[in-house]
């Protein structure tokens, strides 16, 4: 089992000089991402806020189409929730990384209606492997934690999307008319 923590000699995350002020709503990287797009109608519709350093904020409202036991959400969209706020970390270091693996620690149920408060943070960067860890708490960001996890993103080149990803949509982000979700997605790869 490969570790999630970063190793001896990892560096800390940097923030880039471009990177969003803290307080700032990010926005969606990708209008049909399941987590943050507006385009998809049973998506998150997760709201992301940079935070200080490589950090962010997010809330996500468990609505009844991400039920998995009656009434209460599903643990894969939790984890979904948690894989998009931690893979927004990107935006802030101007990388594109994608996830490689990650771990979710469910602790307490989370009814539908709820409003998951999540926070996430850079914990080291070792090569192209960027260590990040997140928590969700319900009623309230200062509320009990219902779900930490932690993972490791990969950073990637924009082939990685542009050679695997089916060409029509490929083609429709690239035609996309919204600057900055174009360079999201383009322009901030090294
Ligand atoms: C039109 C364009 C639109 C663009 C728009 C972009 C917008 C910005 C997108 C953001 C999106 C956010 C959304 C949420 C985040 C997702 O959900 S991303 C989607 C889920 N993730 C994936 O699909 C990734 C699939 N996996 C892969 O493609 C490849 O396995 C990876 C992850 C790129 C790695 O492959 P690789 O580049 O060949 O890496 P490799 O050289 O083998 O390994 C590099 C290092 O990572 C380690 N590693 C690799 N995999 C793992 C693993 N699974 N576990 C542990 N360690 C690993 C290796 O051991 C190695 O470590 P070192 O030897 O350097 O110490």
Redesign the pocket.
Known sequence: M?S?TP?PGAAAADRHPDAPAPGTLLGS??RH?F?CGSGQPHGLHLETRAGEGVSVTAEFTVRPVHQGAPGLAHGGVLT?AL??T???L??LMHV??????LETDFVRPVPVDTVLHLSARATGV????IFTSAEGRIGGSGGPVAVRAEA???Q?K?E???D??RDE??QA??ADPDQVRRA???EVNP
């Open positions: 490969r999630l190793p990287h990708y991402c987590g979904t894989d998009e931690m893979g927004s990107g935006w594109i990384a994608v996830t490689g693996r070792h090569g192209r492997k490791l993103f990969i990637v924009v990685h999307f542009t695997n990803g949509e490929i982000a690239m999201r997605a383009f």
